[in-house]
């Protein structure tokens, strides 16, 4: 089946399958910035686990760091399936050629950051992501299968933290209050510009790769997001929410884009640790690589000799 007549159907394309070399680097381009943003996204939280609160919560952050590098590693084997090596790609996000989500580069301040971060920017992973599952390729929509399923235990450990904090004594309550102040508008920016200066979006949209525009994805999580903030007990820092029931979605306020592009510009408060911690973790793991690389071709060369 042509690649065409096989969006029209709606199917999947598959790795050999032919397709345009405008949707193989597309592909490329979202989901190395995808695998990059699981891995960078385990800095922020990294820096809480020997700080956790607890031996429970301190086992449950560790689980959850490794989801993280689990997701990286299944998203940088499906981008692998299209004809890119995986040390390009890092080497790409070294050089600052690709990007990572603007969100992991906001600092962790609190105990209560790692509960806002489970609830906000797992929970708009999860509204992102979930239209992924039915992405035009393959490989990438099953790798987002599994992702998804981590996605919703990692929101629930976020919500649970935050309403322990949320019911537990004032100062308490004041440090999840102060998590959600600073995480809940670039939580909203994670979802991108607004369509209207998506440069992307329509072409994605019409290869079946984005199936929901940005300022959709948007408007649903805010949806999901306003009643359980009312469970948890705590406010979202926007006076504008209220409900329409003209348009059946909450209204909100204005989001301030300029801050996303100078964080996308590599502006934001943590860029430059976030890149540094990275490349030196790269390079303190050389030898690991190079451990691996010698191990593999003895292997090889005994499996030769015993053929
Ligand atoms: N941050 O035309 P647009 C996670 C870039 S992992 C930085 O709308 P597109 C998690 C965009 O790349 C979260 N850059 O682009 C992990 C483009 O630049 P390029 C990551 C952004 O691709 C660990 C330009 O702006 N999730 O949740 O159609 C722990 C114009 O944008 C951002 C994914 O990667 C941003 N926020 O749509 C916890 C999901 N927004 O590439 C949680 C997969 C936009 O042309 N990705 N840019 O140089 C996507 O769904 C889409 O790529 C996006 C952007 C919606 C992010």
Redesign the pocket.
Known sequence: MSFDDLLADDGRVEPRDEMPDAYRRTLI??IA??AH??II??QP?GNWISRAPSLRRKAILMAKVQD?AG?GLYLYAAAETLGVERADLLDQLHTGR???????NYPTLSWADVGA?GWL??G??IV??VP?CRCSYGPYARAMVRVCKE?SF?QRQGFEILHTLAHGTPEQHAMAQDAVDRYWWPSL?????PDDS????AQ?MAWGI?RFS?DD?RRRFVDMTVPQAEILGLTLPDPDIRWSEERGHYDFGPIDFTE?GE??AGNGPCNRDRMAHRVGAHEAGAWVRDAATAYEAKRAARAEGAA
């Open positions: 381009r979202q910035q995808h943003s699981e996204g385990m939280e993280e997701h690709q990007k990572y989500s603007s969100i992991f971060i920017v797992d708009a992973a992102n992501q992924l996605e990692h920016m994670m979802f991108g510009p998506s440069p992307n979006s994605s984005k940005n994805l996303l964080v996308i």
